[in-house]
């Protein structure tokens, strides 16, 4: 645990439902925008928690934030990035964000990657502002996917990536 209360861990199966009720939560701002649900509220957190890496940030105790990951061959697609609602403006999201940066490093994998719909205009600063690029664009759903990534260097290597 840190100074401030913040723990950051790998979740577990009976992390599934908080995981589920904060990535609901945390997304229901865009369903007005884009009228329907984000992909993440309707993940199979159990499942997310057994065949990916889920991992979730804790502040007293109380589940704050929560990152799905999917480990490849050669990147890390962060799936889903959320903050509790009530966090927000915290700094959490950048914390958490560092922190998959650093497993992505950790796991020796040369980019994490990560999507978000084009609407989503917050979530797009917030990415560009960490140094993401936009690789691609694409028409999901009857909307427009934008695919980000970063070039992260693995520990050890001696270099710094730059996107």
Known sequence: ?????????????ADA??????T???YAKWISLIGREPLPMGFDQVAAIRDDRVEVMEC???LVGVAHLVVGDDRVLLENLAIAPEEAGRG???RLLGHVEALTRDLGRSRLALYTN???EENLRF???RGYGVDREEAVRGGIVVHMSKAVAPRGS?????W
């Open 60 to 62: 007293d105790g109380r």
């Open 92 to 94: 959490l999201g950048s």
């Open 158 to 162: 001696g270099t710094a990536l730059r």
């Open 127 to 129: 990415y560009a502002a």
């Open 24 to 26: 609901r939560r945390a």
């Open 118 to 120: 084009a609407r989503f």
């Open 17 to 22: 439902e908080a995981v589920r009720d904060l």
């Open 1 to 13: 645990m840190s100074d401030d209360g913040i723990t950051l861990r790998r979740a577990v199966a």
